[in-house]
């Protein structure tokens, strides 16, 4: 075999493997979204999202450590892109832990998709098609779908679904129209 033959074989099996190790920065399954998956911590948010803004609802340094210990709200972490677009919602398993793992994403950019092409650009049709609806709560302003298959609940807005807001009226499967737009979701990691 020539050397340019092996050069070649061995230029075509290197991309080959960086397409495999290559993840989807977008995508979203059960466990994982994007970057983020089961085993990512707190710390590791400041190195997969280098490149966009992280913004903490953590207390500042100089408020006293016991208002940081008794403090009843969730660590949450919003990423925003550069350009100030809100991406996502973090939220952390453990207060004032940054070796905590994940709790929940939030997502509230489009680019981010399942394997079976659900988005935020997605439609109750879509969902409905895709995924099994395997309950659904009703709250003041939305109606929340429960997906198993991925872990995740979609909140539709009450207004989509032609119901008045601050209604604690049940919505079932039949009453969402085809064409209600996904307000947002939430992949839970637990």
Do not use: H
């Amino acid at each position: 075999m020539t050397l340019i033959k092996r050069l070649f074989y061995f230029i075509i099996i290197m991309l080959f493997f960086i397409q495999c190790t290559n993840t989807n920065k977008y995508e979203v399954k059960k466990g994982m979204v994007g970057n983020i998956n089961k085993k990512t911590t707190i710390a590791d948010l400041s190195n997969i999202f280098k490149n966009d803004s992280i913004v903490s609802n953590k207390p500042l340094a100089e408020t006293i450590d016991s208002q940081k210990i008794f403090s009843l709200n969730d660590d949450e972490y919003d990423i925003y892109s550069k350009s100030g677009k809100k991406l996502l919602e973090i939220t952390a398993s453990k207060q004032n832990d940054s070796l905590s793992k994940i709790k929940s994403v939030g997502i509230y950019d489009p680019n981010y998709v399942t394997d079976k092409g659900i988005s935020l650009k997605s439609t109750f049709k879509d969902i409905n098609e895709n995924y099994l609806v395997n309950n659904i709560e009703t709250t003041l302003t939305s109606a929340t779908l429960f997906i198993d298959e991925l872990n995740a609940t979609i909140s539709i807005d009450k207004k989509e679904l032609g119901i008045s807001e601050f209604s604690r009226e049940q919505v079932s499967l039949n009453q969402i129209p085809d064409m209600a737009k996904i307000k947002y979701f939430t992949i839970w990691f637990n």
